[in-house]
């Protein structure tokens, strides 16, 4: 009953995180940009002809994902991406401080060369921005076809309560062909009893089979 009780005030502390403004992320499309403060957006672009390329991202900031992907046939070439930021807070028993736990960013990209003397770029990156270094980054210039499968990490220093905001990109580009890239966040090594809620309603913690409000949760846990 007690192990149900915390799921159920882990979520419902999700719920409160995100009833206020969350931070403001940015999507990217050839020389356009749009921005968004939602748990997921996206956009879509095409040349200006309409006929030599395209490019679109979108993101769910709730599940994790990330997506790029751009095609070009022209000279012009074709790019798009995604600045992210979201505030997160580890959850669990007051006064804790576990170790051991990693934000993860698996990144998957396709591109396919549609002629010689070309080129695509995959570029990707994480980051604790509440701890004051440079962020753990990903560049790839690629002049032939190929897969790329990889995870770029970052070490979570925070006791409970503590709030960070944690910050994701991706962006792909081509002067003259087509790229597909897609990323997913996630946290490893998280402790029994823990978990971490976002801002804009991720979280770690399994989804309990009932629903329960905020207010009967905290009345039964006392």
């Known amino acids: ?5 915390l799921i159920c005030l882990l979520l419902a502390s999700a719920d409160v995180a995100h009833a206020g403004p969350c931070p403001i992320n940015t999507l990217y499309c050839n020389d356009g940009q749009t921005t968004s403060q939602d748990s997921h957006a996206s956009v879509f ?4 002809l309409g006929i030599l390329g395209q490019a679109s991202a979108s ?6 994902i990330l997506t790029s992907s751009c095609t070009a046939r022209g000279d012009q070439g074709a790019s798009s991406g995604l600045l992210l930021f979201d505030d997160f807070t580890l959850m669990g028993e007051a006064g804790r401080c576990p170790t051991g736990i990693v934000a993860n960013l698996h990144v998957h990209g396709h591109y396919v060369r549609a002629g010689a003397l070309n080129e695509g770029n995959l570029a990707a990156a994480i980051q604790d921005m ?10 790839l210039l690629i002049h032939v ?4 499968d990889t995870v770029i990490s970052w070490p979570i220093h925070h006791c409970v309560g503590d709030i ?3 910050h994701f990109e991706l962006d792909s580009g081509v002067t003259l062909g087509d790229y597909t890239a897609t990323a997913e966040f996630s946290f490893s090594g998280v402790p029994q009893g823990f978990a971490i809620v976002s801002c804009q309603g991720f979280t770690t913690a399994p989804v309990p089979a009932l629903p329960a409000t905020w207010g009967s949760v905290r009345a039964r846990y006392r």
């Open 130 to 139: 509440t701890a004051g270094v440079p962020p753990n980054q990903l560049y």
């Open 59 to 64: 993101y769910d900031l709730m599940g994790g």
């Open 1 to 5: 009953m007690k192990t149900t009780i």
């Open 164 to 166: 960070f905001q944690m």
């Open 45 to 48: 672009c095409r040349d200006p």
């Open 145 to 148: 076809s190929t897969v790329r």
